[in-house]
């Protein structure tokens, strides 16, 4: 059984910073591709970042040049820094394969980025 916890959420003022952890179990991590997703009230979730088992990245438009995400094999997790957080980064952020798998979203993490 496939379970990810996410961690690292909180309120950040615009400009700060944060950095999400996922830690996955039931998988074979370290062959797998890894996203970052989120989500806000009354939208589609969206991926915004993504890394494969050998560590080549994407990331979506809108936080390219802030965001990394990195992955440590041997600790099966898969982190996020998120740097330079905008108002417009406010979501729950999860974590999941990529493509994703329906029935393994975790809890998510919540991110409020506001003054």
């Known amino acids: 059984q496939v379970q990810l916890v996410e961690s690292g959420g909180g309120l950040v003022q615009p400009g700060g910073s944060l950095r999400l952890s996922c830690a996955a179990s039931?998988?074979?991590?370290?062959?797998?591709?890894m996203g970052w997703y989120r989500q806000t009230p009354g939208k589609q979730r969206e991926l915004v970042a993504r890394?494969?088992?050998?560590?080549?990245?994407y990331y979506a438009e809108s936080v390219k040049g802030r965001f990394t995400i990195s992955r440590d094999n041997a600790k099966n997790t898969v982190y996020l820094q998120m740097n330079n957080l905008k108002p417009d980064d406010t979501a729950v952020f999860y974590c999941?394969?990529?493509?994703?798998?329906?029935?393994?979203w975790g809890q998510g993490t919540q991110v409020t980025v506001s003054s």
């Open positions: 999941n394969t990529f493509p994703s798998s329906s029935g393994s």
């Open positions: 039931g998988i074979i991590f370290n062959s797998r591709t």
């Open positions: 890394i494969t088992s050998g560590g080549y990245t």
